[in-house]
């Protein structure tokens, strides 16, 4: 077995350990460390960043989302860390390429929160107390 097959698989082992990931998560950090350790040892150029040649869309999977600028996977891109990269939500999405309304968080966690929010029903709350006022007055 190839020595950066055999490290990236160690690196993502212990990854792995601390932290729930899928099989697809596993596969593809474990081919992208190989070949990020190779490019290293032979003293090419690393690609430019973790998503620079996919679409910025794929970055967005049902369970995670994965930072373009660091190649770390998340359930939502907060903007504590974006400001680690300098960033914001408004120009990550623009330096990325991602639609102006896109959000940035795993598509499970979105159809969530829209569950959640359809089922407490805000707007009819907020008509039954707008009603109470008008009928008070």
Same mark, same amino acid.
């Given at each position: 077995?190839?020595?950066?097959?055999?490290?990236?698989?160690?690196?993502?082992?212990?990854?792995?350990?601390?932290?729930?990931?899928?099989?697809?998560?596993?596969?593809?950090? $474990?081919?992208?460390?190989? /070949?990020?350790?190779?490019?290293?040892?032979?003293?090419? /150029? #690393?690609?430019?960043?973790?998503?620079?040649?996919?679409?910025?869309? %794929?970055?967005?999977?049902?369970?995670?989302?994965?930072? #373009?600028?660091?190649? %770390?996977t998340f359930k939502i891109l907060s903007s504590r860390h974006l400001a680690?990269?300098?960033?914001?939500?408004?120009?990550? &999405?623009?330096?990325?390429?991602?639609?102006?309304?896109t959000a940035l968080a795993a598509k499970a966690l979105q159809r969530e929160r829209r569950k959640k929010m359809k089922?407490?029903?805000?707007?009819? &709350?907020?008509?039954?107390? %707008?009603?109470?006022? $008008?009928?008070?007055?």
């Open positions: 077995m190839d020595d950066y097959l055999k490290e990236a698989l160690e690196i993502v082992k212990a990854q792995a350990s601390v932290r729930n990931m899928s099989e697809d998560e596993i596969t593809s950090m $474990v081919k992208k460390i190989a /070949a990020d350790l190779k490019s290293l040892s032979c003293g090419c /150029a #690393l690609p430019e960043a973790a998503g620079a040649d996919a679409a910025p869309e %794929k970055s967005i999977k049902d369970r995670s989302i994965v930072c #373009l600028e660091c190649g %770390k680690a990269h300098g960033l914001d939500a408004k120009s990550y &999405r623009e330096k990325w390429g991602f639609r102006k309304g089922d407490m029903r805000l707007w009819e &709350r907020r008509g039954a107390a %707008k009603n109470k006022e $008008v009928g008070a007055s």
